[in-house]
């Protein structure tokens, strides 16, 4: 989260001017083209990912991709150039926008002073330990959600996946992303789980956990703990998950125990897709006047 890094001030600083200079505050979704073009910067057409493009590729550029270390780049900056190199694999509008937005990051913080940038899935995970990728994935949260302007718009809505999913409608970023921001912005106490799409154990029900997010508000209630793999009986909100994209109600309540080992009543919703499944944690409260959404599901709602 921003405020772990020492450099979070000036973050806020420079993708907040980037905003400006690209008109691009309050607009939805948030207008990524535009963001790039006020950066100086512009997509290539040209694939470093080919070996044959890569060997005629300048010094600076091959450097960067083996940095990496992986077979699997997914994006590159060259700063000479000014351009943007994304893996023609990725389709996933949502996916390209955060790449675009990641790359641009590298450039625009004049700490970072590489001539290129190479990322693979790896430095671009939510769990790395570069700091420079940790700077840049942060960077590019606060441009795509726009800083504190996506918390103002989630607390408009109820807690719940079906308002996740608009909000990443609404935004243009992918549903992955967008559970991350909502967890960590939330004011009331918020938690977002992302698990592997197979279970590694049926007996009892067990998940291998990606990613957790959460709200400061969940984390001065429940604390940050939380194991590699989640399994059905210490962890029993994960029944949610046969819930997940159901035409039935989809909201599950548990008693999880604060740090105080007293019970406290947790909602959990599911919603899955072919990358994982992704849970919503929460503490129910009072939302008078919060717009309420349904899931779509198969032509229904949920």
Same mark, same amino acid.
């Given at each position: ?29 948030? +207008? ?27 010094? !600076? ?23 943007? !190199? ?11 926008? $955060? ?26 995970? +939510?769990? &790395? ?6 700077? @840049? ?79 400061? @508000? ?7 703990? /939380?194991?590699?793999? =989640? ?8 029944? @949610? ?10 909201? &599950? ?14 909602? @959990? ?5 072919? $990358?994982? !499944?992704?849970?919503?944690? /929460? ?11 349904? =899931? ?7």
């Amino acid at each position: 989260m921003l405020n772990d890094l020492t450099s979070g001030r000036d973050i806020i600083r420079l993708t907040e001017d980037l905003l400006k200079r690209a008109d691009a505050a309050g607009r939805w979704p948030t +207008p990524v083209n535009d963001i790039v073009e006020a950066a100086e910067l512009e997509e290539s057409d040209e694939s470093p990912f080919d070996a044959w493009v890569l060997a005629r590729a300048p010094k !600076h550029l091959r450097k960067a991709i083996a940095l990496v270390n992986s077979s699997r780049v997914r994006a590159v900056l060259d700063r000479r150039e000014r351009t943007v !190199h994304l893996d023609p694999a990725i389709e996933h509008a949502g996916r390209r926008s $955060f790449l675009r937005l990641h790359e641009t990051s590298h450039d625009l913080f004049p700490w970072q002073q590489e001539l290129a940038y190479a990322d693979d899935d790896a430095t671009l995970s +939510p769990a &790395t330990n570069r700091l420079f990728e940790q700077e @840049a994935n942060q960077g590019a949260a606060e441009i795509l959600f726009q800083g504190s302007r996506f918390g103002q718009m989630a607390n408009e809505y109820r807690i719940g996946v079906a308002a996740v999913s608009e909000l990443s409608g609404n935004v243009g970023a992918s549903l992955q992303a967008t559970l991350r921001r909502y967890a960590e912005t939330h004011r009331a106490a918020v938690c977002g789980l992302v698990l592997d799409a197979s279970p590694i154990d049926r007996q009892p029900l067990s998940y291998r956990r990606r990613e957790a997010s959460q709200s400061p @508000a969940w984390t001065e209630r429940f604390g940050r703990s /939380w194991f590699p793999v =989640l399994s059905e009986d210490c962890y029993p909100f994960i029944s @949610a998950i046969a819930r997940a994209n159901s035409p039935a109600p989809l909201e &599950t309540v548990v008693a999880w125990p604060d740090l105080n080992c007293e019970p406290v009543d947790v909602r @959990a919703e599911a919603i899955s897709n072919r $990358f994982g !499944h992704l849970l919503l944690l /929460w503490v129910p409260r009072r939302e008078t006047f919060k717009r309420r959404r349904t =899931l779509a599901v198969g032509g229904r709602t949920a």
